[in-house]
């Protein structure tokens, strides 16, 4: 009985000892996994940089000046009509060109609503295409660096405030501090130029971007 639990104990141990062995067939298990790579961008300097950005922005001015040079015109010819309309009697060829001048400045701000809302539908396409090939650029960058996250540094060595501002200043030291992510991003890591490169680079071989006015 106790040669056959000798023999039993020798051949576990034996197997034990080929399973902890330097080239076992099971040692690839146990083996660590490798670390992913992780790296960052400062969105801050991308934006800055960015030739897509510049591009709708010019766009966008432009419309803002064609509307402010309109509402000017518009103004101007409106304001006339008042004056004239004010230096006659009280009769009712008085109260005949008022009324069209009333219908006149209602249809001014109608007009100026909605060339405001289409200024603002034009800024939103245009963070809508940036996040749209930031998002396919920052993917391609990181299959070509080898990385397998790349983050947003949203850290500064600075939290500031304002007294401008309608809150308490450590309500605004505090509101900062909680939607911080990033505590320390390596510079060794860091792909902002690279991102900025590779998207300048996209949009200098791509169309150019659509007409702001004629954008829907």
């Known amino acids: ?20 062995a330097p080239g076992a067939l099971g040692t690839a298990r146990f083996a660590p996994a490798q670390g992913t790579r992780t790296a960052t961008v400062s969105l801050a300097r991308v934006m ?26 518009r103004k101007k010819k409106f304001e006339s009509g008042l004056k004239e309309v004010e230096a006659m009697e009280d009769t009712p060829a008085r109260q005949a060109k008022l009324e069209p001048l009333i219908l006149e400045q209602l249809e001014l701000e109608q007009w100026g609503n909605s060339r405001m809302a289409d200024i603002d539908r034009e800024r939103s396409l245009m963070w809508r295409s940036i996040y749209r090939n930031l998002r396919s650029e920052t993917a391609k960058l990181a299959e070509a660096e080898g990385y397998d996250h790349i983050l947003v540094d949203d850290g500064s060595e600075d939290l500031p405030t304002s007294r401008e501002l309608k809150v308490p200043l450590e309500t605004q030291v505090l509101d900062q501090l909680q939607r911080r992510r990033m505590l320390y ?14 998207m300048n ?16």
């Open 48 to 73: 800055d940089k960015l030739q897509e950005r510049q591009e709708f922005e010019m766009q966008v001015e432009a419309m803002k000046r064609q509307f402010q040079e309109e509402v000017q015109a």
């Open 1 to 20: 009985m106790q040669h056959g639990t000798r023999t039993i104990l020798i051949a576990a141990a034996a197997s034990l000892a080929m399973a902890l």
């Open 201 to 216: 680079n996209a949009r200098a071989a791509g169309s150019p971007a659509p007409a702001a006015a004629g954008a829907k």
């Open 185 to 198: 991003a390596s510079p060794a890591h860091d792909l902002t130029d690279k991102l900025i490169v590779r």
